[in-house]
Protein backbone atom coordinates (compact mmCIF):
# COMPACT_ATOMS: atom_id res chain seq x y z
CA UNK A 1 0.00 0.00 0.00
CA UNK A 2 3.15 2.22 0.37
CA UNK A 3 4.17 1.83 -2.93
CA UNK A 4 0.65 2.91 -4.15
CA UNK A 5 0.65 6.14 -2.22
CA UNK A 6 4.17 7.16 -3.39
CA UNK A 7 2.91 6.57 -6.60
CA UNK A 8 -0.29 8.75 -6.62
CA UNK A 9 1.81 11.51 -4.89
CA UNK A 10 4.56 11.40 -7.71
CA UNK A 11 2.13 11.34 -10.57
CA UNK A 12 0.49 14.84 -8.53
CA UNK A 13 3.56 16.64 -8.69
CA UNK A 14 4.38 15.37 -12.23
CA UNK A 15 0.95 16.68 -13.22
CA UNK A 16 1.32 20.17 -11.34
CA UNK A 17 4.67 20.75 -13.03
CA UNK A 18 2.87 19.77 -16.45
CA UNK A 19 -0.08 22.37 -15.60
CA UNK A 20 2.32 24.73 -15.01
CA UNK A 21 4.24 24.22 -17.97
CA UNK A 22 1.04 24.36 -20.18
CA UNK A 23 -0.52 27.97 -17.89
CA UNK A 24 2.11 29.64 -19.40
CA UNK A 25 1.73 28.75 -23.22
CA UNK A 26 -2.37 27.83 -22.79
CA UNK A 27 -4.22 29.48 -20.04
CA UNK A 28 -7.37 27.75 -21.45
CA UNK A 29 -6.16 24.56 -20.16
CA UNK A 30 -6.53 25.41 -16.41
CA UNK A 31 -9.79 23.36 -16.29
CA UNK A 32 -8.37 19.91 -17.63
CA UNK A 33 -4.84 20.25 -16.13
CA UNK A 34 -7.44 20.32 -12.75
CA UNK A 35 -9.34 17.34 -13.42
CA UNK A 36 -6.23 15.37 -14.11
CA UNK A 37 -5.11 15.98 -10.64
CA UNK A 38 -8.37 15.46 -9.30
CA UNK A 39 -9.11 12.58 -10.81
CA UNK A 40 -5.24 11.20 -9.48
CA UNK A 41 -5.44 12.62 -6.00
CA UNK A 42 -9.49 10.76 -5.78
CA UNK A 43 -7.77 7.28 -7.11
CA UNK A 44 -7.85 5.18 -4.13
CA UNK A 45 -5.28 2.02 -3.59
CA UNK A 46 -6.33 -1.32 -3.86
CA UNK A 47 -8.08 -2.46 -0.46
CA UNK A 48 -6.72 -4.79 1.88
CA UNK A 49 -8.77 -7.73 0.72
CA UNK A 50 -7.07 -6.83 -3.22
CA UNK A 51 -3.70 -6.95 -1.56
CA UNK A 52 -4.58 -10.22 0.22
CA UNK A 53 -5.99 -11.56 -3.14
CA UNK A 54 -2.24 -9.88 -4.90
CA UNK A 55 -0.37 -11.86 -2.28
CA UNK A 56 -2.77 -15.06 -2.63
CA UNK A 57 -2.10 -15.44 -6.51
CA UNK A 58 1.27 -14.92 -5.88
CA UNK A 59 1.87 -17.39 -3.37
CA UNK A 60 -0.04 -19.64 -5.56
CA UNK A 61 2.33 -19.15 -8.91
CA UNK A 62 5.11 -20.08 -6.38
CA UNK A 63 3.76 -23.41 -5.15
CA UNK A 64 3.18 -24.08 -9.27
CA UNK A 65 6.91 -23.99 -9.77
CA UNK A 66 8.05 -26.20 -6.89
CA UNK A 67 10.32 -28.82 -7.63
CA UNK A 68 9.14 -32.12 -6.36
CA UNK A 69 9.50 -33.71 -2.82
CA UNK A 70 9.71 -36.92 -2.22
CA UNK A 71 9.17 -38.50 1.40
CA UNK A 72 10.49 -42.11 1.57
CA UNK A 73 9.57 -43.99 5.05
CA UNK A 74 11.97 -47.12 4.73
CA UNK A 75 10.87 -50.40 4.97
CA UNK A 76 13.51 -50.78 8.32
CA UNK A 77 11.89 -53.50 10.58
CA UNK A 78 11.10 -52.99 13.89
CA UNK A 79 12.66 -49.74 13.63
CA UNK A 80 12.43 -45.77 11.85
CA UNK A 81 14.06 -44.16 8.96
CA UNK A 82 12.81 -41.75 6.44
CA UNK A 83 14.64 -39.58 3.95
CA UNK A 84 13.40 -36.40 2.13
CA UNK A 85 14.53 -35.24 -1.11
CA UNK A 86 14.02 -32.16 -2.81
CA UNK A 87 15.65 -29.26 -5.28
CA UNK A 88 16.11 -25.92 -4.97
CA UNK A 89 17.40 -24.30 -8.10
CA UNK A 90 18.53 -27.49 -9.52
CA UNK A 91 20.38 -28.09 -6.46
CA UNK A 92 19.59 -31.32 -4.40
CA UNK A 93 18.99 -31.05 -0.93
CA UNK A 94 18.46 -34.82 1.30
CA UNK A 95 17.22 -34.44 5.39
CA UNK A 96 17.60 -37.66 7.21
CA UNK A 97 14.59 -38.27 10.03
CA UNK A 98 16.32 -40.89 11.43
CA UNK A 99 18.66 -43.94 10.49
CA UNK A 100 16.94 -47.37 11.29
CA UNK A 101 18.22 -50.47 13.97
CA UNK A 102 22.43 -50.37 14.89
CA UNK A 103 22.62 -54.13 13.59
CA UNK A 104 21.84 -53.82 9.79
CA UNK A 105 22.68 -51.54 7.04
CA UNK A 106 19.61 -50.67 5.26
CA UNK A 107 19.70 -47.54 5.76
CA UNK A 108 23.17 -46.67 4.36
CA UNK A 109 22.16 -49.53 1.43
CA UNK A 110 18.51 -47.40 0.85
CA UNK A 111 20.41 -44.05 0.16
CA UNK A 112 23.05 -45.49 -1.73
CA UNK A 113 20.17 -46.78 -4.17
CA UNK A 114 18.35 -43.36 -4.36
CA UNK A 115 22.31 -42.12 -5.35
CA UNK A 116 22.48 -39.81 -2.80
CA UNK A 117 26.21 -38.38 -2.22
CA UNK A 118 25.46 -36.00 0.44
CA UNK A 119 22.59 -35.03 3.55
CA UNK A 120 22.17 -31.42 4.31
CA UNK A 121 20.52 -32.62 7.60
CA UNK A 122 20.47 -35.82 9.47
CA UNK A 123 18.04 -35.82 12.62
CA UNK A 124 18.43 -38.19 15.55
CA UNK A 125 15.09 -37.98 17.15
CA UNK A 126 15.96 -39.12 20.41
CA UNK A 127 19.08 -41.93 21.07
CA UNK A 128 17.21 -45.06 21.55
CA UNK A 129 19.25 -47.42 19.05
CA UNK A 130 16.32 -48.19 16.79
CA UNK A 131 16.60 -44.42 15.66
CA UNK A 132 20.09 -43.80 15.44
CA UNK A 133 21.45 -47.08 15.14
CA UNK A 134 23.11 -46.77 11.73
CA UNK A 135 23.62 -43.04 12.00
CA UNK A 136 27.41 -42.78 12.85
CA UNK A 137 27.67 -45.53 9.18
CA UNK A 138 25.65 -42.42 7.89
CA UNK A 139 27.83 -40.05 8.81
CA UNK A 140 31.17 -41.75 8.02
CA UNK A 141 29.81 -42.82 4.93
CA UNK A 142 28.32 -39.41 3.10
CA UNK A 143 29.01 -35.52 3.40
CA UNK A 144 26.72 -34.65 6.20
CA UNK A 145 26.22 -31.27 6.73
CA UNK A 146 24.46 -31.05 9.90
CA UNK A 147 23.53 -33.33 12.45
CA UNK A 148 20.52 -32.53 14.92
CA UNK A 149 20.17 -34.64 18.23
CA UNK A 150 17.38 -34.16 21.49
CA UNK A 151 20.70 -33.26 23.89
CA UNK A 152 19.50 -36.28 25.93
CA UNK A 153 22.47 -39.07 26.41
CA UNK A 154 22.56 -42.76 26.24
CA UNK A 155 25.19 -45.05 27.35
CA UNK A 156 25.09 -47.74 24.84
CA UNK A 157 27.97 -48.41 22.69
CA UNK A 158 25.64 -47.24 19.71
CA UNK A 159 25.26 -43.74 20.88
CA UNK A 160 29.07 -43.40 21.79
CA UNK A 161 29.93 -44.26 18.15
CA UNK A 162 27.53 -41.64 16.82
CA UNK A 163 29.17 -38.73 18.97
CA UNK A 164 32.37 -40.08 17.33
CA UNK A 165 31.48 -39.98 13.78
CA UNK A 166 30.10 -36.39 14.31
CA UNK A 167 33.14 -35.23 15.78
CA UNK A 168 35.16 -37.41 12.90
CA UNK A 169 33.35 -35.32 10.46
CA UNK A 170 33.40 -31.88 11.21
CA UNK A 171 29.38 -31.75 10.60
CA UNK A 172 27.96 -29.14 12.34
CA UNK A 173 25.65 -30.09 15.46
CA UNK A 174 22.70 -28.47 16.91
CA UNK A 175 19.79 -29.24 19.52
CA UNK A 176 16.67 -27.85 18.73
CA UNK A 177 14.12 -26.75 20.21
CA UNK A 178 10.21 -26.04 20.50
CA UNK A 179 9.69 -23.07 18.07
CA UNK A 180 12.51 -22.91 16.13
CA UNK A 181 12.08 -22.62 12.34
CA UNK A 182 13.86 -23.02 9.82
CA UNK A 183 13.79 -22.72 5.64
CA UNK A 184 15.23 -24.74 3.15
CA UNK A 185 14.35 -22.82 -0.52
CA UNK A 186 10.57 -23.55 -0.09
CA UNK A 187 10.69 -26.29 2.38
CA UNK A 188 9.83 -24.68 5.95
CA UNK A 189 10.95 -26.62 8.95
CA UNK A 190 8.80 -25.85 12.65
CA UNK A 191 10.37 -27.30 15.91
CA UNK A 192 7.23 -28.74 17.63
CA UNK A 193 8.89 -30.54 20.73
CA UNK A 194 10.91 -30.75 23.03
CA UNK A 195 11.10 -27.40 24.71
CA UNK A 196 13.49 -28.97 27.14
CA UNK A 197 15.06 -32.34 28.30
CA UNK A 198 15.42 -34.23 31.62
CA UNK A 199 16.80 -37.88 29.89
CA UNK A 200 13.41 -38.97 29.16
CA UNK A 201 14.26 -39.96 25.72
CA UNK A 202 11.01 -41.21 24.32
CA UNK A 203 8.87 -38.19 25.86
CA UNK A 204 11.81 -35.90 24.54
CA UNK A 205 11.64 -36.96 20.56
CA UNK A 206 12.38 -34.06 18.61
CA UNK A 207 9.07 -33.76 16.73
CA UNK A 208 8.45 -31.86 13.17
CA UNK A 209 6.52 -30.27 11.05
CA UNK A 210 7.23 -29.91 7.12
CA UNK A 211 5.68 -27.79 5.00
CA UNK A 212 6.07 -27.70 1.12
CA UNK A 213 4.08 -25.57 -0.37
CA UNK A 214 0.41 -26.63 0.46
CA UNK A 215 1.07 -29.89 1.58
CA UNK A 216 2.45 -30.23 5.27
CA UNK A 217 4.17 -33.58 7.17
CA UNK A 218 4.47 -34.01 10.56
CA UNK A 219 7.04 -36.48 12.31
CA UNK A 220 7.04 -37.51 16.36
CA UNK A 221 9.58 -39.93 16.98
CA UNK A 222 8.48 -42.22 19.91
CA UNK A 223 6.92 -38.82 21.77
CA UNK A 224 3.86 -40.27 24.22
CA UNK A 225 0.18 -38.93 24.57
CA UNK A 226 1.47 -36.30 27.18
CA UNK A 227 3.62 -34.79 24.45
CA UNK A 228 1.36 -34.84 22.10
CA UNK A 229 -1.01 -32.98 24.31
CA UNK A 230 1.64 -30.32 25.05
CA UNK A 231 2.22 -29.15 21.47
CA UNK A 232 -1.17 -28.90 21.05
CA UNK A 233 -1.04 -26.27 24.36
CA UNK A 234 1.84 -24.47 22.84
CA UNK A 235 -0.46 -23.20 20.42
CA UNK A 236 1.12 -24.57 17.56
CA UNK A 237 -0.77 -25.16 14.11
CA UNK A 238 -1.12 -29.02 14.11
CA UNK A 239 -2.97 -29.12 10.84
CA UNK A 240 -0.86 -31.97 8.73
CA UNK A 241 -1.66 -34.10 5.32
CA UNK A 242 0.51 -36.94 6.33
CA UNK A 243 1.13 -37.62 9.97
CA UNK A 244 3.87 -40.55 11.29
CA UNK A 245 2.71 -42.47 13.97
CA UNK A 246 4.54 -41.65 16.89
CA UNK A 247 6.12 -44.90 18.83
CA UNK A 248 5.61 -47.52 15.85
CA UNK A 249 1.88 -47.31 15.82
CA UNK A 250 2.44 -47.75 19.72
CA UNK A 251 -1.12 -47.04 22.41
CA UNK A 252 1.52 -44.73 24.18
CA UNK A 253 1.36 -42.50 21.43
CA UNK A 254 -1.53 -41.21 19.23
CA UNK A 255 -4.02 -39.48 21.35
CA UNK A 256 -7.14 -39.10 19.94
CA UNK A 257 -7.30 -35.09 20.31
CA UNK A 258 -3.98 -34.98 18.93
CA UNK A 259 -5.68 -37.19 16.15
CA UNK A 260 -8.32 -34.77 15.72
CA UNK A 261 -6.44 -31.23 15.55
CA UNK A 262 -3.53 -33.01 12.86
CA UNK A 263 -6.87 -34.05 11.23
CA UNK A 264 -4.59 -36.10 8.34
CA UNK A 265 -5.73 -37.26 5.39
CA UNK A 266 -2.70 -40.06 5.62
CA UNK A 267 -0.85 -41.86 8.41
CA UNK A 268 1.87 -43.54 8.59
CA UNK A 269 3.47 -45.88 10.60
CA UNK A 270 7.36 -47.90 10.70
CA UNK A 271 7.25 -51.54 12.44
CA UNK A 272 8.65 -54.82 11.73
CA UNK A 273 6.96 -57.54 10.54
CA UNK A 274 5.56 -59.66 13.38
CA UNK A 275 7.01 -57.65 16.10
CA UNK A 276 7.32 -58.83 19.67
CA UNK A 277 5.50 -55.39 20.52
CA UNK A 278 2.77 -56.49 18.45
CA UNK A 279 2.97 -52.90 16.38
CA UNK A 280 0.57 -51.27 15.48
CA UNK A 281 -1.70 -51.88 18.20
CA UNK A 282 -5.16 -52.71 17.61
CA UNK A 283 -6.60 -48.82 19.48
CA UNK A 284 -4.31 -47.10 17.36
CA UNK A 285 -5.52 -48.87 14.11
CA UNK A 286 -9.26 -48.72 14.60
CA UNK A 287 -8.63 -44.76 15.80
CA UNK A 288 -6.64 -44.14 12.27
CA UNK A 289 -9.20 -46.20 10.46
CA UNK A 290 -12.52 -45.15 12.38
CA UNK A 291 -11.75 -41.40 11.41
CA UNK A 292 -11.95 -41.98 7.86
CA UNK A 293 -7.78 -41.34 7.89
CA UNK A 294 -6.17 -43.90 5.15
CA UNK A 295 -3.09 -46.23 7.21
CA UNK A 296 -0.34 -47.47 5.60
CA UNK A 297 2.82 -49.22 7.36
CA UNK A 298 6.13 -50.36 6.61
CA UNK A 299 5.35 -54.25 7.69
CA UNK A 300 1.98 -54.72 5.29
CA UNK A 301 3.42 -52.06 2.19
CA UNK A 302 7.32 -51.95 2.65
CA UNK A 303 8.88 -48.41 1.54
CA UNK A 304 6.18 -45.98 1.36
CA UNK A 305 6.80 -43.03 -0.96
CA UNK A 306 4.57 -39.67 -0.73
CA UNK A 307 5.60 -37.32 -3.77
CA UNK A 308 4.66 -33.99 -3.79
CA UNK A 309 4.58 -30.74 -6.26
CA UNK A 310 3.82 -28.61 -3.24
CA UNK A 311 0.21 -28.48 -4.29
CA UNK A 312 -0.96 -32.35 -4.82
CA UNK A 313 0.47 -35.60 -3.32
CA UNK A 314 0.76 -39.35 -4.42
CA UNK A 315 1.70 -42.18 -2.50
CA UNK A 316 3.65 -45.19 -3.70
CA UNK A 317 4.30 -48.61 -2.05
CA UNK A 318 6.61 -51.22 -2.43
CA UNK A 319 3.76 -53.81 -1.98
CA UNK A 320 0.48 -53.84 -1.83
CA UNK A 321 -1.64 -54.82 1.43
CA UNK A 322 -4.42 -53.46 4.16
CA UNK A 323 -3.96 -52.88 7.57
CA UNK A 324 -6.45 -55.07 9.63
CA UNK A 325 -6.72 -55.29 13.42
CA UNK A 326 -5.15 -58.54 15.06
CA UNK A 327 -6.25 -59.80 18.14
CA UNK A 328 -2.99 -60.93 18.55
CA UNK A 329 -1.98 -57.22 18.65
CA UNK A 330 -2.34 -54.01 21.31
CA UNK A 331 -2.56 -53.67 24.38
CA UNK A 332 -5.76 -54.85 26.60
CA UNK A 333 -6.68 -51.41 27.09
CA UNK A 334 -6.04 -47.44 25.14
CA UNK A 335 -4.99 -46.08 28.80
CA UNK A 336 -2.87 -49.27 29.45
CA UNK A 337 0.66 -47.74 28.42
CA UNK A 338 3.00 -50.93 28.79
CA UNK A 339 4.72 -52.08 25.70
CA UNK A 340 4.10 -55.79 26.47
CA UNK A 341 5.90 -58.61 24.05
CA UNK A 342 3.93 -61.54 22.86
CA UNK A 343 2.70 -63.82 25.48
CA UNK A 344 4.89 -67.27 25.57
CA UNK A 345 6.95 -69.34 28.48
CA UNK A 346 8.98 -66.32 29.71
CA UNK A 347 5.54 -63.67 30.12
CA UNK A 348 3.35 -65.40 33.31
CA UNK A 349 0.67 -62.95 34.25
CA UNK A 350 1.97 -60.39 32.26
CA UNK A 351 5.63 -60.93 34.27
CA UNK A 352 8.31 -61.24 32.05
CA UNK A 353 11.20 -63.36 33.49
CA UNK A 354 14.28 -61.28 32.75
CA UNK A 355 16.72 -64.53 33.33
CA UNK A 356 15.16 -66.10 30.16
CA UNK A 357 13.50 -63.91 28.40
CA UNK A 358 14.80 -63.45 24.44
CA UNK A 359 15.67 -60.50 23.56
CA UNK A 360 13.23 -58.94 21.72
CA UNK A 361 11.23 -59.97 24.59
CA UNK A 362 13.22 -57.72 26.93
CA UNK A 363 12.82 -54.69 24.95
CA UNK A 364 9.34 -54.83 26.18
CA UNK A 365 10.90 -53.16 29.45
CA UNK A 366 11.27 -49.58 29.99
CA UNK A 367 14.84 -48.25 29.23
CA UNK A 368 15.96 -51.67 27.77
CA UNK A 369 16.56 -51.27 24.01
CA UNK A 370 18.65 -53.59 22.01
CA UNK A 371 21.89 -53.05 23.35
CA UNK A 372 20.86 -53.00 26.77
CA UNK A 373 18.85 -55.63 26.26
CA UNK A 374 22.00 -57.80 24.69
CA UNK A 375 23.96 -56.64 27.89
CA UNK A 376 21.27 -58.04 30.10
CA UNK A 377 21.71 -62.10 28.30
CA UNK A 378 25.53 -61.51 28.73
CA UNK A 379 25.57 -61.01 32.28
CA UNK A 380 22.62 -62.68 33.78
CA UNK A 381 21.00 -64.29 36.22
CA UNK A 382 20.19 -61.36 38.20
CA UNK A 383 18.73 -61.63 41.82
CA UNK A 384 16.08 -58.71 42.49
CA UNK A 385 15.14 -56.01 40.22
CA UNK A 386 17.60 -54.11 41.61
CA UNK A 387 20.10 -56.02 40.63
CA UNK A 388 19.75 -54.72 37.01
CA UNK A 389 21.22 -51.51 38.15
CA UNK A 390 24.28 -53.84 36.74
CA UNK A 391 23.61 -52.62 33.07
CA UNK A 392 24.93 -49.70 31.70
CA UNK A 393 23.07 -46.75 31.94
CA UNK A 394 20.31 -47.88 34.75
CA UNK A 395 20.51 -46.40 37.78
CA UNK A 396 18.23 -46.09 40.55
CA UNK A 397 15.67 -43.74 38.52
CA UNK A 398 15.38 -46.33 35.86
CA UNK A 399 15.01 -48.88 37.85
CA UNK A 400 11.99 -47.14 39.60
CA UNK A 401 10.56 -46.62 36.17
CA UNK A 402 11.04 -50.16 35.14
CA UNK A 403 8.94 -51.28 38.81
CA UNK A 404 6.52 -49.08 38.09
CA UNK A 405 5.58 -50.49 34.73
CA UNK A 406 5.36 -53.59 36.53
CA UNK A 407 6.30 -55.98 33.53
CA UNK A 408 10.17 -56.79 34.80
CA UNK A 409 10.08 -60.24 36.85
CA UNK A 410 13.23 -62.30 38.47
CA UNK A 411 13.02 -65.97 37.90
CA UNK A 412 15.09 -69.18 38.15
Known amino acids: MYKHHLFAL ?28 QNSIDKEPPSIKEEIEVEKNANEKESQSLSELKVHYMNVGQADSTLLQFTVEGEAFHILIDAGN ?13 NVSHIDIAIGTH ?9 DKVINTFDV ?7 NTNSSQTFQRVLEAIDKSGAD ?37 ITYGDIRFIFTGDASKKNELNMMQSGFDLDADILQL ?16 VNPSIAIYSAGVDNSYGHP ?30 RDYRVFTNRDGTITPSSKKGTPSGNDKTEKPKQDSNVTN ?49 IKDIKEQGLACIGG
Open 246 to 261: GHHGSSTSTDPAFLST
Open 173 to 209: YYEPRMGDEFEIGSLEIAVLYPKTITENDNEESISLK
Open 10 to 37: FTVILLIITGCAQESTNLGNNTSVHNQE
Open 281 to 310: HDEVVNLVQNAGIDLYGTDVHGTIIVSTDG
Open 102 to 114: WNRNDVVNYLHAQ
Open 145 to 151: GEVWMSG
Open 350 to 398: GCLNVNSASIDELQGIKHIGIERAEQLVNIRPFKSIDDLSRINGIGPAR
Open 127 to 135: PDADHIGQL
